[in-house]
């Protein structure tokens, strides 16, 4: 199943000064690479309001919910490579470049699983696309937190307009677990939920509403489907999907991205017990080449204006 082990419409105008519904279907249109930039970004969230959570059997469960949403939207963590601590980076010798054997430019793809094609549009016409993102740090701005508290969905418009709402604040479950989000965006006010299904989290519903009326409805499953779509599929000595994007931050009422960039390797699929993902900070991929050879040995790689070499190694 894609959502579980990946990353990277039908219009219908409703009543007055509202959304513009999406039934859930994959928009097909192509953005231009000048889309994937995020000039306008916007943090959008409130003060995080801790939610009380019954013990034991729930707090497991909800831990497990997220995991899930963990493993469909690996993102920037503090350390450079990977889950399993810090990893060196090496320089490789011209005397041990080989061919290459994947290129890709990479500012056309940044941030482009943010563009999932799960959208709505405002009745100004704007469409707006739902996806995820985790934070590399936690709300105190620390690191010692849940993963859970690293969690946000993201709304992206196409003028490249992002609006982060914080997982924990959204998640519908059982008596303790009620919460939704508002965001203004065009002037209509756009409420997400997410309705858990703790023991089947594929099967659960994230929605959006507009004046009472909704205006984007999927499951984890699509969600997830729709994201990995957006990454560029690599064969080493095993597959992975590829992606590019900004380092997400967040604060005591506010999350942003910031300039670092990181480059996204998650096995795929993913096999169980494996490691999630691989993170490499583009700073360090020099243009004479570099190798992460606890990923993976055979391989170097390197960025030259711009471009994402992967090359045999000799």
């Not at 890709?104 to 707006?128: C, D, H, Q, W």
């Amino acid at each position: 199943m894609k959502t579980r082990k990946a990353i990277l419409p039908i219009a219908a105008m409703v009543a007055a000064s509202c959304c513009v519904l999406f039934a859930g279907e994959l928009e097909q249109k192509a953005f231009d690479a000048s889309d994937f930039g995020l000039t306008n970004m916007t943090a959008d969230i409130a003060v995080p309001v801790p939610q009380p959570e019954s013990a034991g059997g729930q707090q497991d469960e909800t831990d497990r919910f997220f995991k899930y949403f963990d493993d469909m939207f690996a993102a920037p963590i503090a350390s450079p490579l990977g889950l399993a601590g810090n990893k060196s980076v090496a320089d490789v010798s011209e005397s041990r470049l080989g061919a290459v054997v994947y290129s890709v430019k990479l500012e056309p793809i940044r941030n482009a699983f943010l563009y999932s094609g799960m959208t709505f549009k405002t009745s100004r016409g704007a469409a707006v696309h739902l996806s995820g993102h985790k934070a590399s740090n936690c709300p105190d701005g620390g690191n010692s937190c849940s993963e859970k508290d690293k969690f946000f969905m993201v709304l992206t418009t196409q003028r490249g307009e992002s609006y982060f709402i914080r997982g924990m604040e959204i998640v519908n479950y059982g008596i303790f677990m009620r919460g939704s989000k508002t965001v203004v965006i065009d002037g209509e006010k756009f409420t997400a939920k997410v309705y858990a299904s703790l023991r089947d989290p594929a099967s659960s519903k994230i929605e959006i509403t507009c004046g009472g009326r909704k205006a984007l409805v999927v499951t984890a499953q699509q969600l997830g489907e729709a994201i990995a779509e957006k990454g560029v599929d690599v064969k080493l000595e095993r597959g992975y999907k590829l992606a590019y994007g900004n380092e997400l931050v967040q604060g005591k009422g506010f999350a942003k991205f910031t300039d670092k960039k990181l480059v996204l390797l998650m096995p795929f699929p993913l096999a169980e017990g494996a490691v999630s993902y691989f993170l490499l900070d583009s700073a360090e991929i020099k243009p004479s080449g570099v190798s992460y050879p606890e990923m993976d040995a055979r391989y170097g790689f390197r960025i030259i204006n711009g471009t994402l070499e992967i090359f045999e190694l000799k």
